[in-house]
Each structure stands twice: as structure tokens, then as C-alpha cells.
């Protein structure tokens, strides 16, 4: 409100004329941030605040208290003590805590993050189970390699990073081609997310992080298997 009526001004001290021309001027002694009255996902809307008096505290007026949760049965009792002195003819206040106000609109996102949790491990293990896999059918397919190597003096480090190197290489490729696709996707599921970017660089880097310990995780198992080859064993097969 403070940009739309005063834009590159200082907002503190100008008057405010609420209602009818007539009506007395208000004057700005503050400005708070921007306001979300509905509900959490919305745009910001012009907002102004008014010294709560007996005249305007109607029955529909809000009365917002910031307390901790434990005091919160404690704070209810006085606070409705309190109101009932000052408003005799007042109704019973209805007190609700914030959390309840807000469960309904956070219960969908809640959902959405527990079901995407567990599709993003179910994706970490099948991808786990994939590399695993590849590696492993790969491995088995030079062991004669392996053999050789072995036999011409290759240490059991040398093998391992040998098939290490190879197995990162090709999971540093998916992981660029998929975080390209990610950014690229990103759209599709901004509306879905709350208080984060689609391209935030940190989960997408911590995404890229994880996925490649997995497929390196995956690869150590046939990386030790194939330094574990018997050279004589591994010469005499086809």
C-alpha cells in the first residue's frame, strides 16, 4: 500500500483519509510487510491497520496474539477474561490458534511432499538397483580383462578406480542431461511448490549430490568383486 500511494517515499507521517473526504486524516506511523488475508498462496494485497477502540471493534474484527504453544490454554482463558471486562455486550469470542486456521490450506502441501518423498526414494533406489546392475553385467563381461590386468601387476585400487571411473563418468552424464531437464521442466511444477524455487540451486545441486554417492555407492560392490578376480580363474574363461 505504502509503494502504491507514496512510490519512492517514505510513508511514515503522510495522511491517510479512510472513508469519506470529510473523515478525519490518519496518519502513517508505521509500515508492515505485505499482507496474505485468505489464504497462504496469493498475492499481496493493500492493507491498513487501526487503533482497536469501542467504536470500530465490531464482531467482525480479528484480534491476533503471538504466544507460545505451551501458554496457549492459559492465554485463551485471560484473553477472553479480558475481552468479556472491556465489551460486556460482546458475544463469546470464538479463539482459534493459527495452526488450526491454517491446517486446511497446508494439509494438501503436506500430502504432496510425503508423496514426492517417497516417489524421490523409490527413484534413488531403483536408480541404485539400475547402476548396480549395469555395472555389475558389465564387469562380468571383462572379466578376462580383469585378469589380465591383475596378472600383469594391477593393485586392487587400480581396478577399483578403474571401474569407478568408468561407472562416474556415465552417472555424471545422466545427472547433467536430468538436471537440464529438470530447469528445463521446471514450469510444469512452480504451481505445485511453496516457499521455493523450481530452480533453486541448492536442492537441485543436493539432488545431483545425492544421485551421484548413490551411483558411486553402487559401483564399489562390483569394483571390489572384479579386483577379487583370480587371474588364473579369469585367463581360462571365454
Not at 502513517?28 to 496474505?36: A, E, I, P
Not at 492459559?74 to 477472553?80: E, G, L, S
Not at 500430502?111 to 518423498?117: D, K, Q, S
Amino acid at each position: 500500500m505504502a509503494r502504491v500511494y507514496w512510490p519512492g517515499q517514505d510513508a511514515l507521517g503522510k495522511c491517510l483519509i479512510i472513508g469519506a473526504r470529510t473523515d478525519p486524516c490518519s496518519i502513517v506511523v508505521g509500515v508492515v510487510g505485505d499482507v496474505h488475508r485468505m489464504r497462504v498462496i496469493e498475492d499481496p494485497i493493500m492493507q491498513y491497520y487501526r487503533p482497536v477502540s469501542t467504536d470500530n471493534f465490531g464482531s467482525a474484527s480479528n484480534l491476533i496474539i503471538r504466544t507460545s504453544e505451551r501458554d496457549i490454554p492459559a492465554v485463551t482463558r485471560i484473553v477472553a477474561q479480558e475481552l468479556k471486562h472491556a465489551f460486556p455486550r460482546m458475544s463469546v469470542p470464538r479463539i482459534r490458534t493459527m495452526k488450526s486456521m491454517l491446517e486446511p490450506q497446508f494439509r494438501p502441501w503436506r500430502l504432496g511432499a510425503i508423496l514426492f518423498t517417497a516417489f524421490g526414494v523409490l527413484a534413488l533406489v531403483v536408480a541404485a538397483i539400475g547402476v548396480y546392475s549395469v555395472v555389475a553385467y558389465a564387469v562380468s563381461q571383462r572379466t578376462h580383462e580383469m585378469g589380465i590386468r591383475i596378472a600383469l601387476g594391477a593393485r586392487l585400487s587400480d581396478i577399483v578406480g578403474l571401474v569407478l571411473g568408468e561407472s562416474s563418468r556415465t552417472v555424471v552424464f545422466g545427472i547433467l542431461v536430468g538436471v537440464a531437464t529438470a530447469i528445463a521442466l521446471s514450469r510444469l511444477v512452480a504451481s505445485l511448490l511453496y516457499g521455493i524455487s523450481a530452480r533453486d540451486p541448492f536442492v537441485i545441486g543436493g539432488a545431483a549430490l545425492a544421485l551421484l554417492v548413490i551411483g558411486v555407492v553402487a559401483s564399489v560392490v562390483p569394483g571390489w568383486r572384479a579386483a577379487r578376480v583370480d587371474p588364473s580363474t579369469a585367463l581360462r574363461s571365454d
